[in-house]
């Protein structure tokens, strides 16, 4: 089945240290974003990819980065986490102008 | 800049009963319209989504809603709740043009009682 994968589910890093989530496709859309949800909050858009062109949010914090090697992947990097940050982060891909389908999400723990 | 306004953070029906949870959005050109739900711990799931065309739209698992212009309103509905429709709801805004940017309500926790 075409789907959005997460890897990891969840994941557990040290305040400071440097961390990466990881998303891939097997749909072939060619949009991709990447949301953080916070606890009882709803998904904020943090950015997104149109093909290789990337789309920062103006309120998205400079300590998170994003790269898109191909069109099956995309990374979330997160250059230095704070407590702050601890949230589950939502991938979602879609065709240009098209509904967006979810990964399952992965969980950040930052201690 | 759109907005949604998703009203009741939380609803709680009996088994069986009518399910209505409420959204209102704000929007300065045509809008597209989605509800998805999501479970605990997992990722959101397209329940239904307006785009043109007839008002009156209808999703997975028995829920729909209707698109009323005049109102701002996307309000969800299924006839006869189910325990498995114990969730977290979002309804959602985009614009047309443009990558879908979504814009989120504040999400509606059903509750089913049995």
């Known amino acids: 089945d075409a789907m959005v994968i997460q890897n990891p589910r969840y994941q557990v890093t040290q305040f400071g240290k440097p961390v990466t989530l990881s998303c891939s496709q097997t749909?072939?859309?060619?949009?991709m974003y990447w949301y953080q949800q916070k606890s009882s909050q709803a998904p904020k858009l943090l950015f997104h990819?149109?093909?290789?062109?990337?789309?920062n949010e103006a309120d998205t914090p400079d300590n998170f980065q994003s790269r898109r090697p191909n069109t099956s992947f995309c990374f979330l990097d997160i250059r230095s986490p704070g407590l702050g940050d601890a949230a589950m982060y939502l991938c979602?891909?879609?065709?240009?102008?098209?509904?967006?389908?979810f990964g399952p999400g992965t969980r950040l723990l930052v201690l | 800049a759109q907005s949604v306004t998703q009203l009741g953070s939380h609803v709680s029906v009996s088994e069986g009963a009518l399910v209505l949870l409420r959204c209102n959005y704000s929007?300065?050109?045509?809008?597209?319209l989605f509800w998805y739900v999501q479970y605990p711990n997992q990722g959101l799931q397209l329940l239904l989504k307006?785009?043109?065309?007839?008002?009156l739209v209808k999703g997975i698992n028995g829920f729909e809603a209707e698109f009323k212009k005049s109102e701002t309103s996307f309000h969800l509905t299924k006839p006869s709740a189910h325990m498995s429709d114990a969730a977290e709801y979002f309804c959602?805004?985009?614009?047309?043009?443009?990558?879908?940017?979504?814009?989120f309500g504040q999400g509606t926790r059903l509750t089913i009682n049995p």
């Open positions: 979602a891909t879609s065709r240009f102008k098209e509904t967006q389908y």
């Open positions: 749909l072939n859309h060619n949009v």
């Open positions: 990819y149109y093909d290789k062109d990337f789309n």
């Open positions: 929007s300065s050109v045509p809008p597209y």
């Open positions: 307006y785009t043109t065309g007839a008002t």
């Open positions: 959602a805004v985009s614009e047309i043009q443009g990558a879908q940017k979504l814009v």
